[in-house]
């Protein structure tokens, strides 16, 4: 590659950093082993292609160097992510937060269309991101607008079933001035006029989120009542997992009224994976308890038994008939794989394995790792694609994309967390050169810096896709849910499983909160005796009441909400 007089270059930037160029040390930095994203236009001459460099990015100061490593990098991203959230969506700090403002369509800056449509989705999914951004920064608009967002849930969106004591949560409400319009069922067109089982499971992502933090009672009630809901109706005791949709009358998986959609009796990645990155793992965390533990196992288990179809595609199967044959002819998926499901099943089996170990689930999350880079991954530009042909036709040497090259933000959330807690947890060479690789892609490209955020899709090149629903940064797609919890579980890998160093998590919890004043205060799911807790705060003062290993507070016997601050610290 030639470098030309007018080639320039930066150093990858943050959210709310200002430009770093470095131009002028273009020469000095290009060392041995520096990582580098060089944009270049070919040119023909003396019979070759001579590839002229325009610009350039560096993840960091020199090789091995990547900003994003940085103690309090992801930590700095999600306080501006959350802060752009809340200045879309209530004009914060102008006006008060109030969930009644919200909105599910966002412009490019964050305007609001015409569209008075609320999702309890992507309202649960935003609140997801306020009470996670609140857990690494203490600063108390975050817990107000997570604290909020629940109780407007709560009040609107939920449906409390009398006659069968079960909670199940409408699609939406259609505002219209002082009026709402409950919708019941989807209206999305995959699942339209059904009740989908991944909208009932990411209403409760936000919420569990919360009761983290504050150990809220009531919401503890609406996810007990929720999984309820879906063991009672969602889940196959016959073979196993659970269906995909219910219909909006009988509540029936296999009600011909499912067949418009193409969903009848049907099971598929969303339905048996997504309860634990959703809100199960959360669960488990805030309570501690087997039973949830055990449903994780069982997630597990059935995706390790069901998914692998290695002998004919190096994906995994995502979609499967009742009993567990193969879907290939469903709607848009056909016989298609999403890149990021099977990173995000690699990275959550890294998860559940470190409470229930399992050379299965080992096995699984490994082999995906090593597969994945080839026929997911952008070797030469870095990032990961979208959607892929599973299976080579005749003559084909790589797996075709279905409708473009283009780049999605939460497939690359899945890499990053897939690869990170792969070294984390296991330390190999490679899953680091991934890792870094796809957070510095990531970092350098997918960063709003003019508006906040951050963008939807990137082109193949990096370069920001603004043209219909990727234009938004709120959609049924997109609200502040994938890259905040990116945020969120980077810095604690980062800081805790690779780089050994500590890191300070805060809480607010209700009085009436927790059983037996219990706080479990461990981050994420990691290796059992990796981290322990070093300090506790109450309200500002010094607090001993706490047990290091366990990863738990017991809290004071206090009549007001108390503000804790705690220290983890990695046993090196």
């Known amino acids: 590659m030639y470098l030309t007089p007018t080639t320039y270059a930066r150093i990858a930037e943050n959210l709310e950093d200002s430009y770093q160029d470095c131009t002028s040390r273009i020469r000095e930095m290009l060392q041995p082993g520096q990582q580098v994203y060089a944009y270049c236009i070919f040119y023909p001459q003396a019979g070759e292609l001579r590839a002229e460099v325009k610009s350039m990015v560096f993840p960091g100061e020199g090789p091995g160097v990547y900003r994003h490593e940085e103690p309090d990098w992801w930590i700095k991203q999600i306080r501006s992510i959350a802060n752009s959230y809340l200045r879309w969506q209530f004009n914060y700090p102008n006006q008060s937060i109030d969930y009644r403002n919200y909105r599910t369509i966002l412009h490019l800056a964050g305007g609001k269309k015409g569209d008075y449509l609320q999702e309890t989705d992507t309202i649960s999914r935003m609140v997801y991101g306020m009470a996670s951004a609140y857990m690494l920064t203490g600063e108390e608009s975050f817990l107000e607008a997570a604290e909020k967002g629940t109780e407007y849930l709560r009040a609107h969106m939920r449906f409390m079933d009398a006659d069968e004591d079960l909670i199940y949560w409408y699609h939406g409400v259609q505002v219209s001035g002082d009026r709402e319009h409950k919708l019941l069922t989807s209206e999305f067109g995959d699942d339209y006029d059904s009740l989908p089982m991944y909208e009932q499971i990411y209403a409760l992502a936000g919420p569990t989120q919360t009761y983290r933090l504050t150990g809220d009672p009531r919401i503890l009630y609406d996810i007990e009542k929720t999984i309820e809901l879906f063991d009672k109706y969602y889940k196959d005791n016959d073979q196993g997992g659970y269906f995909s949709h219910i219909d909006p009358i009988g509540l029936d998986p296999r009600s011909p009224l499912l067949d418009k959609g193409n969903n009848r009796a049907r099971k598929n990645w969303n339905s048996v994976g997504d309860h634990a990155p959703a809100y199960l793992i959360n669960l488990w965390l805030a309570t501690g308890e087997d039973k949830y533990a055990d449903f994780l196992a069982d997630t597990a288990d059935t995706i390790v038994k069901h998914f692998p179809d290695y002998e004919h595609s190096p994906f995994v199967q995502e979609r499967f008939h009742e009993d567990w044959s193969h879907d290939s002819a469903w709607n848009w998926q056909q016989d298609r794989a999403v890149v990021g499901h099977n990173l995000k099943i690699a990275w959550n089996l890294m998860r559940i394995h470190s409470i229930r170990p399992s050379a299965g689930y080992l096995e699984l999350a490994e082999k995906i790792a090593q597969l994945m880079p080839k026929v997911g991954s952008d070797q030469i530009r870095g990032g990961w694609y979208d959607v892929v042909e599973r299976a080579l036709a005749p003559g084909e040497e790589m797996h075709r994309f279905v409708w473009h090259d283009r780049k999605a933000w939460w497939q690359q959330e899945q890499a990053i967390l897939a690869y990170l807690i792969l070294q984390g947890c296991l330390d190999k060479a ?136 705690v220290t983890l610290t990695p046993v090196k």
């Open 430 to 565: 490679d899953y680091q050169k991934h890792g870094r690789e796809a957070a510095a892609f990531y970092n350098a490209f997918f960063l709003d810096h003019d508006d906040g955020g951050v963008y939807f899709n990137v082109l193949a090149n990096g370069l920001p896709y603004l043209l219909g629903n990727e234009r938004l940064k709120g959609s049924h797609s997109m609200s502040a849910y994938h890259s905040t919890e990116l945020c969120f579980l980077s810095a604690t890998y980062i800081n805790l499983l690779i780089n050994k160093q500590p890191m300070c998590l805060y809480f607010k919890p209700r009085p009436d909160g927790f059983p037996g004043r219990i706080l479990r205060v461990s981050p994420d799911i990691l290796p059992k005796g990796s981290i322990r807790l070093t300090a506790v705060e109450i309200d500002g003062k010094p607090y001993s009441a706490f047990d290091a290993e366990a990863l738990t507070v017991q809290l004071p016997d206090s009549r007001q909400d108390v503000r804790v601050k």
